[in-house]
């Protein structure tokens, strides 16, 4: 089946700074990656996705980077705000079996002031 | 939270002891999903429904029942609980594109 690797587990940038967050998927025909954001206490929400046919999608401060022959997308926040501290989960979609996503473990970004 | 609730939203019970957390949502999504969180495994998929009665297992389903009778509504069960269950467990839907909303959690603590 599909595993996900994420890294860093644990981030710590000064504001201002960019931050960048690594998964790889072992499953070369999954086709969507989305990212959540999750808040202390709260569930996940979903911050940007991409899909397989795309390479690098932005939404104004954060941006997603896929590389399938690597089997490998990236998260990059840049000019880091207090906000941002939070934890982030990668994942990515089985081709197979109904819309099932597989997560990475998490990374905690913190944002020094 | 996408229209998305979960109940109750703490519990504390004792081994041995049946629970049952219900999912509710506003959204007529078709997709429902149970997931646990742990520290140092991320979200892990419990058991899913693709339709009402339409159910299936994920990758932790051991210990875990579920059921659906209505679209709006996705029960998951323990049977007789354990403190390997105790967990924050979070309840997802999603219309059947690929994109998953998550409720609020649950935070289970099994004694």
């Known amino acids: 089946g599909e595993n996900v690797e994420q890294h860093p587990s644990t981030l710590s940038v000064q504001e201002g700074d960019s931050a960048v967050i690594k998964c790889t998927y072992s499953d070369s025909a999954s086709n969507y990656f989305p990212w959540y954001k999750q808040e202390l206490g709260k569930g996940p929400q979903l911050i940007i996705d991409i899909r397989s046919n795309v390479g690098e999608k932005k939404d104004q401060r954060i941006a997603v980077t896929l590389n399938k022959t690597a089997k490998h997308f990236s998260l990059h926040i840049t000019e880091t705000q207090p906000e941002d501290s939070a934890v982030y989960f990668c994942a990515a979609r089985l081709i197979q079996g109904a819309q099932k996503l597989v997560f990475g473990q998490g990374t905690r970004l913190t944002i020094n002031p | 939270d996408a229209g998305i609730t979960q109940s109750p939203r703490h519990k504390v019970t004792e081994t041995g002891t049946p629970v049952t957390l219900r999912c509710h949502q506003t959204?007529?999504?078709?997709?429902m999903y149970w997931y646990r969180q742990d520290p140092g495994h991320g979200l892990r998929l419990i058991h899913y429904?693709?339709?009402?009665?339409?159910?299936d297992k994920g990758e932790v389903s051991d210990g875990y029942s579920v059921s659906r009778s209505k679209t709006e509504d996705f029960l998951l069960t323990l049977e007789s609980a354990t403190s390997s269950q105790t967990s924050v467990y979070f309840c997802a839907i999603s219309r059947g594109e690929e994109t998953q909303y998550f409720g609020p959690g649950t935070r289970l603590l099994v004694l």
């Open positions: 429904s693709y339709g009402v009665k339409d159910t």
């Open positions: 959204e007529n999504h078709r997709y």
